[in-house]
Nanobody, 121 residues
Framework: QVQLVESGGGLVQAGESLRLSCAAS????????MGWYRQSPGKQRELVAT???????NYADSVKGRFNISRDNAKNTVYLQMNSLKPEDTAVYYC???????????????WGQGTQVTVSS
């Protein structure tokens, strides 16, 4: 069974940095867009950043200039470098990837289990 395994969350102070990683646990066919979303208590899950297979990126306005998304296709891994963290960045961060797990199957979205990021003021 394909899984997305996240790592890198934790507790930091405002202004500090964290790097999240997310790797697919099995071989992937047709890896497409990958991204990060986050959800705070009482709020809907929101997009943080996405990166297409060709490398083009998209960011939420709230993280532009502070966060950087990248990917390593050889490792089926996506990263999120988070700098100048703010208390309002506190949330559970979820990895998302669109791919096919078998040549005969269509691509679909997969989600990680989530990793907690807490930024103290």
């Amino acid at each position: 069974q394909v899984q997305l395994v996240e790592s890198g969350g934790g507790l930091v102070q405002a202004g500090e940095s964290l790097r999240l990683s997310c790797a697919a646990s099995e071989n992937i066919v047709s890896l497409n867009a990958m991204g990060w979303y986050r959800q705070s208590p009482g709020k809907q899950r929101e997009l943080v950043a996405t990166i297409r297979s060709g490398g083009s990126t998209n960011y939420a306005d709230s993280v532009k200039g502070r966060f950087n998304i990248s990917r390593d296709n050889a490792k089926n891994t996506v990263y999120l470098q988070m700098n100048s963290l703010k208390p309002e960045d506190t949330a559970v961060y979820y990895c998302n990837a669109n791919f096919a797990s078998h040549p005969l199957l269509p691509p679909r979205d997969y989600w990680g289990q989530g990793t907690q990021v807490t930024v103290s003021s």
